[in-house]
Each structure stands twice: as C-alpha cells, then as structure tokens.
C-alpha cells in the first residue's frame, strides 16, 4: 500500500494511507463536520479510494470538536425538490452505510463531541466504534420532524434491544460515551479520553490477524447480524419523505435548530 496525503483546502475529507491504515476524517470543523451532499460525495470517495489503497484498516474521524453533529439543516429545502431527487439524495447518504459495511477494510470509527443522527448513523455503520467518555450520541429526528436513513432502525435495536432503541429513537434520549459502551452502543470507551491511542492499539491488533481472516470474519458477522438491513434502507427512505412533505417539518427544524444549540467542552 502506498503512502500518501491529501488535504486540499476547503475540501470536506481529508485523507491520508500509510502501513495499511487510511485515516479519513470530516473537514467541516465551522459547523462541527455536519452533513452536506458535498461531504457525502466526497466520503463515498474517500472509502472508495481506501479500498482501492488496499487498505486493511479505515479509520473514521472529525476535525474539530466533534465527530459529526448530523445534518447540515441550512443545506435542507423540505418539499421543494421533486420526490425522485430526494430519493436519491437519501440513497447516496444511504451508500455511506452500505459501503463502510461492504467494504473488505476493517472500519474503526473514532468518536469525540457530537455523534448526533447522521453522525450517529455514521458511527455506528463502522466495525469497531472508540468513544470519548463525554463523547455524546443521540438520534434527534424525530424532534426534529425527520427520519433516520442510515439503516439505523435495523441496526440500533440489534445493538442495545428494542426498548433502548425506542428511547433512544422516539424520545430523542442522548447518552455519554461511557453510557453508551455500557449499553452495547459502542464497542470501546477511551478512558480519560485518549481516543486516538485506543485506535491505534486497536488497528495494530487487526493489522496483526491474517488478512483473509479478518476479511472472513467480516463478511460472515455482515451477513448473519443485517440480513435485513436491505429492507430497513428502502422503509426509511419512505419515512423520510412522508416526514419532508408534511407540514410539521419544516416547524420542527427551524424550533429545533434555535432552542437546541450544540455545545461542546470549551464552549462559553
């Protein structure tokens, strides 16, 4: 595998290989690395270039303060666009899922400040996902008058069960990193939040196994774990806009993007 570096300005990804790791991380740190079409092409990219890489391991980062605090909800325009370009904006943010869990990389999300919905949905599409214990995930769509899309409403229940899922899902619930690993949500809490180590350790662990094992033990865990997770993406997708098309959403958004400010350690 080669090693290489790219960090263009004003790009949304930023992207390094290097031993069998590709490192991407979301370059939007000004709005604490929310999701625009833009990121969403250029992560496709990105995972699409680490597996051509040959990468062995993935690691998916944010810059700044946090991981990635959801949808950029100054880049949505609820009911203007016609049903099929909608469709396929979900589908392309949907392709992130698929392709992180498709990909033969093992994929290690690290995690600090906000993993809220789509940052969540992100998090959690990865192999292995490495929290700050004040790291804060959270799925708040529904206040917000949306959906979930990332397959989240396949995959969340199968993490923590059914009744957290609800409460994490229907009542907006957030929880800590430390919280979150206690309830299966996570696979690894950096205690006294050196995230970056317990990455490193982990991926020099894979970085250990036999490739073919590794990617075997993958594919096997994919296919027995979401068998449904097809029919999960496509029920979403209809949620979602039946959620754009009513007249509550755009309400909901604008109620929920002024009284539920983000704050993350340092803030004033």
Known sequence: MKSHQDREP????????????ARIALNRPSRLNAVTPELVRDLLEAIERADRDEARVIVLSGQGRSFCSGYDLKHEVVGSPPAGERVER??????????????????????????????????????????????????????????????ISAILPRLVGPARARRLMILGER????????????????????????????????????????????RLLEQGTWADL????????????????????????????????????GDK
């Open 10 to 21: 004003g790009s949304t990804i930023e992207y390094a290989a290097r031993d069998g790791v």
């Open 90 to 151: 979900l589908r392309r943010i949907q392709a992130l899922t698929t392709k992180l869990r498709g990909s033969a990389a093992c994929v290690i999300a690290q995690v600090h400040g906000y993993a809220l919905g789509a940052g969540a949905e992100l998090a959690l599409a990865a192999d292995f996902v490495v929290a700050a214990e004040d790291a804060v995930f959270g799925f708040p769509e529904v206040e917000a008058g949306l959906s979930v899309t990332g397959g």
């Open 175 to 218: 929880v800590d990193g430390k919280q979150a690993y206690e309830m299966g949500l996570v696979s690894h809490v950096a205690a006294g939040g050196d995230v970056p180590a317990v990455v490193d350790a982990l991926a020099a662990t894979v970085l250990s196994r036999p490739r073919v094992a590794v990617e075997g033990a993958k």
């Open 230 to 265: 097809d029919g999960a993406l496509d029920a979403e997708v209809g949620f979602a806009l039946r959620a754009q098309d009513s007249g509550e959403a755009r309400t909901a958004q604008q109620s929920f993007a002024a009284g539920r400010g983000l704050r993350v350690a």
